[in-house]
């Protein structure tokens, strides 16, 4: 009975946890402010700071599916041209144009758009460049990049288009 605070239990097993993950988060605090001076150094874009605000698809074309879509909020709302538009799994788009109560979104997929990625694992740098179809068309900038499915593609991290690393 005496030994038992020393024996192995659900509170022993909650405060390391609850520790890791305190620690995980001064980590993370703690890279965000390093990262955010030494953009400074390099005068690049910062990671969005800007609040995100949800929108509602409201029309696509039937004959520019994959080009374009409308949603339901625009200048009123704050949003205006080359803001970065994002979904479920990362970037969409960029707003093209805004009336004061719709925008019109150049999807990632449209013919033309160009986009710079990264590939972090790879430490590679690329082109994601649309071809007006469901998918994208990935270029490199190496010969042989040694990329396979499943690695991360993110928006280059020197980007001054969009905010840095937006999957």
Known sequence: FASRPFWPGTAQRDWIVNGTNLEHKIKINLLEKDNQRLRKLLELQASSDKRLLPAAVISRRSNGFWQQLELNKGSNHGISSGDAVLGPGGLLGVVESSTTTTSRVRLLTAIGTNIGV??????????????????????????????????????????????????
């Open 118 to 167: 990264w590939i972090q694992d790879k430490q590679i740098h690329g082109v994601l460049k649309g071809v007006g179809t469901n998918r994208t068309q990935l270029n490199f900038l190496e010969i042989n990049p040694k990329v396979i499915p499943g690695d991360i593609v993110s928006t280059s991290p020197v980007s001054t288009i969009f905010p840095p690393n937006l999957p």
